[in-house]
């Protein structure tokens, strides 16, 4: 069965510092692959997705996130964060064989030092 | 170009109640699904709405049931609640062909507490 485990449940980084939000999957063929963001008590926002070719896709408000096959990762990169970003972030799969559904991972809270 | 829309955006019922959702998918959009998000939480799918039929549907009790219009818009109703229905129920829709009938845009959610 397809999985996503996203393994910081929280993270906390410095306002302007660098950040990297890890996710792995389970799938035995290529993923479709997306990164959703959710301010408290707000629904999900698609930040970005991977469905082929570029390995490393670009992303709204800055984000970015690479697609390594050989790891089974999709972690999701900003070079400087803001303290708009402190939020849920949530990974997510879909496959060619189940398109009506999303996997979620169980989510990784970002909390950002003024 | 609205977005998905959901009502209410809170509803507080008691055990043993049904309750009834509503959702609006995006402009062009034609496929509903609906999720339930326990706090602290990843979002788990309960069923897909296409054509007016329920496509696919995730691990959840018959106590589920849902509907889609000839609108493209949908229900999600819950019979005899439970404590741990409570949870942000999350409608997301999505277009129907190519690559981006992977890609789903959700709506800000209906919070459910049942008391």
């Known amino acids: 069965a397809q999985s996503v485990t996203q393994p910081d449940i929280h993270i906390t980084v410095s306002e302007g510092a660098s950040l990297e939000l890890r996710c792995n999957y389970s799938?035995?063929?290529?993923?479709?692959l997306f990164w959703y963001v959710q301010s408290p008590g707000q629904g999900l926002q698609l930040l970005l997705k991977?469905?082929?070719?570029?390995?490393l896709v670009q992303g709204i408000k800055g984000f970015e996130a690479e697609f390594k096959r050989s790891q089974s990762s999709f972690n999701l990169r900003k070079p400087s964060v803001h303290w708009s970003d402190a939020a849920e972030y949530f990974c997510?799969?879909?496959?060619?064989?189940?398109?009506?559904?999303?996997?979620f991972g169980q989510g990784t809270t970002l909390q950002v030092k003024p | 170009d609205a977005g998905v829309t959901q009502s209410p955006t809170h509803l507080i019922k008691t055990r043993g109640q049904q309750v009834t959702l509503r959702c609006s998918p995006k402009?062009?959009?034609?496929?509903v699904s609906w999720y339930q998000q326990a706090l602290g939480q990843g979002p788990q799918f309960i069923f897909q709405?296409?054509?007016?039929?329920?496509?696919q549907r995730g691990n959840f009790p018959d106590r589920f049931s849902g509907h889609q219009f000839p609108n493209y818009s949908s229900e999600l109703n819950v019979n005899a609640l439970l404590l741990g229905d409570s949870a942000l129920y999350l409608c997301?829709?999505?277009?129907?062909?190519?690559?981006?009938?992977?890609?789903?845009?959700f709506g800000p959610g209906t919070r459910l507490t049942v008391t």
């Open positions: 997301a829709s999505r277009a129907g062909t190519g690559v981006r009938r992977y890609e789903q845009y």
């Open positions: 799938y035995g063929a290529t993923p479709y």
């Open positions: 991977y469905f082929s070719g570029d390995t």
């Open positions: 997510a799969v879909a496959t060619s064989s189940n398109t009506g559904k999303l996997i």
């Open positions: 402009s062009g959009h034609d496929t």
């Open positions: 709405y296409y054509e007016e039929e329920e496509r």
